[in-house]
Nanobody
Framework: VQLQAYGGGLVQAGGFLRLSCAASGRSVGSYDMAWFRQAPGQVREFVSAIRRSSGSIYYTDSVKGRFTISRDYAKNTVDLQMNSLKPEDTAVYYC?????????????????????WGQGTQVTVSS
């Protein structure tokens, strides 16, 4: 599968953006899908994930209540709605797909569990 992330941009604090990850080759429902982000000078970190079968959703604590992950089967995308954005949300956002199923919850947050990655989209939040 090939992944392409888009939707990033420059927004003021308190604003919103919607990121999308378009998949080609297979349905987004065939994988556990996730968003990660990498801020300048920082390691890449987990943001959110959605399981392939149950649709269970997970978020890192810093985005709970502000970000929402969802799947759109018609568009074959995984989207990340980001509200109440903060300057600390500034990062390059990557989408990823994991082939191996039955990952334990903690494994969903690990980069090494994901086989396919999008190219990243820049999100900049100004104060």
């Amino acid at each position: 599968v090939q992944l392409q992330a888009y939707g990033g941009g420059l927004v003021q604090a308190g604003g919103f953006l919607r990121l999308s990850c378009a998949a080609s080759g297979r349905s987004v429902g065939s994988y556990d899908m996730a968003w990660f982000r990498q801020a300048p000078g920082q390691v890449r970190e987990f943001v959110s994930a959605i399981r392939r079968s149950s649709g269970s959703i997970y978020y890192t604590d810093s985005v709970k209540g502000r970000f929402t992950i969802s799947r759109d089967y018609a568009k074959n995308t995984v989207d990340l709605q980001m509200n109440s954005l903060k300057p600390e949300d500034t990062a390059v956002y990557y989408c990823a797909a994991a082939v191996r199923g039955r990952l334990i919850t903690s494994a969903l947050a690990l980069e090494r569990e994901y086989d396919y990655w999008g190219q990243g989209t820049q999100v900049t939040v100004s104060s």
